[in-house]
């Protein structure tokens, strides 16, 4: 894999975000999972090193070393606890979106300390009425003057409570089709009129702040709009892009834990005087694992080596999302078969993958929608 995609300095990132995680996050990654905490200190460590920054150039603080480095770095994090990575992943989508389109004055502001995790982020599009369909959106911002004020409410927003700022896509024109009247907002926290909440606890992702937000004539200043007015759902559609190969590699990062487990485990386990690695039902579900994982990851890379050539990359993304989640859904499955017994409890890491993995088949855009875009592209 790594002969076939990565450059000699892109081997010595991976080499390096490696020994960093084993020192930081390795020694409390299943406390993050009992303790349904990530530490802030945590997040603060891995952005002072660059790596909430590969896809931000350096003249505003971000690394500038392409989407293979984040895909490393993402796959790397998300081996020892994804949820880590989940956290980071809305300041990727937000710090990417200000990038391509906000003012040089919004990014000599607000990107730097995105990209070093100096100020955390959330992007904020689902509604209880907008999920699958973006254009379902019912959040409302008004122009007043030079303010807008900002009507409505989100849920199953990550790093709702702990985000310093809040990407949200609102209605500015209610007369046209949504595609045509969102626009995105910036919103700090404490703004008057802005509450967060997080009334509900999730299946997997332990230590991720997932919640509810409600805007109750919430005044931003027009500066805050970021892009034109009225082309939120289009640059919205790019930054899918970037984060369909963020969860993907999440994805792959699970099952690369959940296949190195089980391989231990079955090299130890002894039944009927043998080790069950021994056994052929054992041995061909580590071929099936050995054989998936490597096609999500081809996948997976070679969309984001398009991405670094700047090749039109939407088929590919959802290829690697659809794949490489029914990949890290089935991989743990599997994992916890294996491990009998001892996988359905909390003394081994498999039940946590495997609740993890889940989350990938709904979140950023569930399996079933990244098969309609695929076939969409296809049929052009």
């Known amino acids: 894999m790594e002969d076939l995609f990565f450059s000699d300095k892109e081997i010595r990132l991976q080499k390096e975000i490696r020994g960093f995680l084993k020192k930081e996050l390795e020694p409390i990654k299943e406390n993050i999972n009992k303790n349904d905490e990530i530490p802030l ?18 003249e505003y603080g971000g690394s500038e070393l392409g989407m293979i480095s984040h895909m490393i770095i993402t796959e790397e994090i998300s081996r020892l606890n994804v949820a880590v990575s989940v956290t980071r992943t ?21 990107l730097s300390v995105i990209a070093r995790a100096e100020k955390i982020c959330a992007i904020c599009i689902t509604e209880k009425g907008a999920g699958t369909d973006v254009a379902g959106i019912q959040t409302i911002a008004e122009k007043k003057g030079g303010e807008y004020v900002i009507n409505g409410s989100k849920r199953f927003i990550t790093n709702a ?11 500015t024109d209610q007369k046209v089709n949504p595609r045509d009247g969102l626009s995105i907002f910036l919103v700090e926290k404490d703004t008057p009129g802005f509450i967060t909440d997080n009334p509900y606890g999730l299946m997997g992702l332990r230590g991720v702040k997932n919640g509810t937000l409600e805007f109750e004539n919430v005044y931003v200043p027009k500066e805050n709009l970021i892009g034109e007015e009225g082309k939120g759902f289009q640059m919205l559609m790019k930054t899918f892009n970037v984060e369909r190969l963020t969860l993907s590699s999440e994805c792959n990062g699970i099952s690369l834990a959940a296949f190195e487990d089980s391989k231990k485990y079955v090299r130890e386990r002894i039944q009927f005087g043998k080790k069950i690695a021994t056994f052929q039902a054992i041995r061909l579900k580590i071929a099936k694992m050995a054989t998936e994982i490597r096609a999500a990851r081809l996948l997976t890379y070679s969309s984001a080596r398009l991405w670094d050539l700047g090749k039109e990359v939407t088929k590919e993304a959802s290829m690697s999302k659809a794949f490489s989640s029914k990949t890290a859904v089935e991989t743990t499955t599997e994992a916890v078969q294996v491990h009998g017994g001892d996988g359905y409890t909390d003394v081994y890491p498999v039940e946590r993958y495997m609740r993890d993995a889940k989350f990938f088949q709904i979140g950023g855009g569930t399996s079933e929608i990244q098969n309609l875009i695929i076939a969409r592209e296809e049929l052009k």
């Open 90 to 110: 809305p300041c990727i989508l937000d710090g990417i979106t200000l990038f391509r389109y906000g003012t040089k004055e919004q990014k000599e502001k607000y």
């Open 41 to 58: 200190e945590l997040i603060r460590k891995i952005g002072a090193k660059g790596y909430f920054g590969p896809l931000i150039s350096k």
């Open 161 to 171: 409570g702990l985000a310093d700022y809040y990407f949200v896509w609102a209605l």
